[in-house]
């Protein structure tokens, strides 16, 4: 059992930057991958980035790549979304999500509850 906490939305000017926070807790496996994904109204919820937990291999969707930062720290078990020039459709609900198994095609189990961001323009 896997529980989430994301933190750090808010409301930003577009251009601005924010930092997203996830703390989990519970037991995993040892070769997990944590990713974000986001959902905006009315909008199906679409992958953002993800991170292997212990090679730290990074995967980015190409509407955020090059904007967008995900990192981890693994003494906290925390991973970490840094938000860079924020554009309005970036707006969203922001989830963290882990994949026990990180292998292609193996599902994200555990989801946060998800933390608001919004960008005005």
């Known amino acids: 059992q896997v529980q989430l906490v994301e933190s750090g939305g808010g409301l930003v000017q577009a251009g601005g930057s924010l930092r997203l926070s996830c703390a989990a807790s519970?037991?995993?496996?040892?070769?997990?991958?944590m990713g974000w994904f986001r959902q905006a109204p009315g909008k199906e919820r679409v992958f953002v980035a993800s991170?292997?937990?212990?090679?730290?291999?990074?995967i980015y969707a190409d509407s955020v790549k090059g904007r967008f930062t995900i990192s981890r720290d693994n003494a906290k078990t925390t991973v970490f979304l840094q938000m860079n020039s924020l554009k309005p459709e970036d707006t969203a609900i922001y989830y963290c999500?882990?994949?026990?198994?990180?292998?292609?095609?193996?599902?994200?189990?555990?989801w946060g509850q998800g933390t608001q961001v919004t960008v005005s323009s």
């Open positions: 991170i292997t937990w212990s090679g730290g291999t990074t």
């Open positions: 519970g037991r995993t496996g040892s070769n997990i991958r």
């Open positions: 999500a882990v994949q026990p198994s990180a292998r292609p095609g193996k599902p994200y189990d555990y």
